[in-house]
């Protein structure tokens, strides 16, 4: 047992590693330059100098990245350069800590909202494969799947916003407000990430519960006669609690990341919002910081969710 959390641990260490140098590479090529956004029209050779040697980029490329990771392993995501160049201190660790809240508040009530109704959906469809409901669902969880999240987006501005007035088109949202007028702002992001988790989790549920009651221990409680219900609840579903969990926390792993659009589109302060506002200011230091906090929280999800799975399936602490 402990063998398998310490390699799926190095696994996942080794993984954030190879996606450090990525980003790294990445932000490296990306076009533009801080000191040529910052100067303007007025940039002298001489002043692109200058602000390039004050903001460390005149370094090699290698130091940096060594700096940068040693720097993000200790908690020190640094300070933005486009900040810094003006002499108003900007440190990323301030801003992140205002904004990763709202972003994992937004995913975190997203997949709660669609994981309840996409497992019990999901279940439904993969006992009763035939039935109208199952196939009013699956038309509809596709339409969803196929169609882009910023167009749900939209579409739900125009009609709850626009037509019908029920919710603000703009999630601006602080500390001070009460929760149920942020809850309210909130709506909106919330019910677009819940249409596009919600058919996703459906979809790999039902796959998944479908290839459990294929097996032939299932088949054998069949032929004992033991109602549906006793089979599922009793032999499919504790079995699928692994696969299911691995479903949960991937969905959850997305949504964080795929509130980047979202938050763009209602004006939400998160940490998607802050990573473009970013890219567009060539704040590599923003960017990478973003961007590495992303990919922990897809890792460590997916980490759990492994230990998860080998806690309660104990044929997983024997691999052949």
Request: hydrophobic share 55%; with cysteine; aromatic share 10%.
């Amino acid at each position: 047992m402990l063998r398998l959390i310490i390699s799926r641990l190095l696994i996942s260490i080794v993984t954030l590693l190879g996606v450090s140098i990525v980003i790294f590479a990445g932000t490296e090529v990306l076009p533009g330059d801080i000191a040529q956004i910052i100067l303007g029209t007025n940039a002298t050779p001489e002043g692109l100098a200058a602000i390039r040697d004050n903001l460390g980029l005149n370094e090699p490329a290698h130091i940096r990245y060594f700096e940068w990771l040693w720097n993000f392993v200790r908690g020190d995501f640094g300070s933005s350069l486009a900040a810094n160049a003006f002499g108003n201190a900007s440190s990323i660790n301030q801003e992140i800590a205002l904004r990763l809240g709202n972003t994992v508040a937004l995913a975190g009530a997203a997949v709660l909202l669609a994981a309840i109704p996409g497992i019990l959906l999901g279940v439904f469809a993969a006992i009763r494969p035939k039935h109208l409901i199952n196939r009013v669902v699956n038309t509809t969880s596709v339409i969803s799947v196929s169609l882009p999240d910023f167009f749900i987006a939209y579409v739900f501005i125009a009609v709850f916003s626009v037509q019908l007035g029920i919710f603000p088109s703009v999630s601006n949202v602080n500390a001070d407000m009460h929760l149920a007028e942020r809850l309210h702002r909130m709506a909106l992001p919330v019910l677009t990430l819940v249409v596009i988790n919600f058919a996703y989790i459906l979809r790999l549920t039902r796959a998944t519960i479908a290839d459990i009651l294929s097996r032939p221990y299932i088949e054998m409680a069949v032929l004992k006669g033991l109602p549906t219900w006793r089979i599922v609840m009793q032999h499919a579903l504790p079995n699928g609690l692994g696969p299911l969990a691995n479903i949960v926390a991937l969905s959850f792993a997305i949504l964080i990341v795929g509130t980047v659009v979202l938050e763009v589109v209602f004006v939400y302060p998160g940490m998607g919002r802050y990573m473009v506002d970013a890219v567009s200011r060539r704040d590599v230091p923003v960017v990478q910081a973003c961007s590495m906090i992303f990919a922990s929280f897809f890792v460590g999800l997916n980490f759990l969710a492994d230990l998860f799975a080998i806690l309660v399936n104990p044929r997983l602490r024997y691999p052949k």
